[in-house]
């Protein structure tokens, strides 16, 4: 399976966190048994996001300001 670009990755976390925020705000609202399985799916769409953007940075690699020099390794 060929690698993401780093750039759909971002755009495929943004879409999971909103995902996420969507799923534990609706958890939020209910309650009872719509409430458990909201909140769970919340938790894997978190999940999820937080894994892409795990992946991301560490493709992207360390932050470096603006016009501080690199690492040349």
């Known amino acids: 399976m060929p690698a993401i670009d780093p750039t759909h990755k971002l755009s495929l976390w943004g879409a999971a966190h909103a995902a996420a925020r969507d799923a ?22 978190r999940e999820r ?4 953007h795990r ?7 360390p932050r470096h300001e603006p016009g501080a020099p690199r690492d040349a390794s």
């Open 24 to 45: 534990e705000r609706a958890a939020a609202r209910e309650g009872g048994q719509a409430c458990d399985e909201l909140r769970h799916r919340a938790h894997v769409l």
């Open 55 to 61: 992946e991301v940075y560490l493709e992207l690699g």
């Open 49 to 52: 996001a937080d894994r892409l």
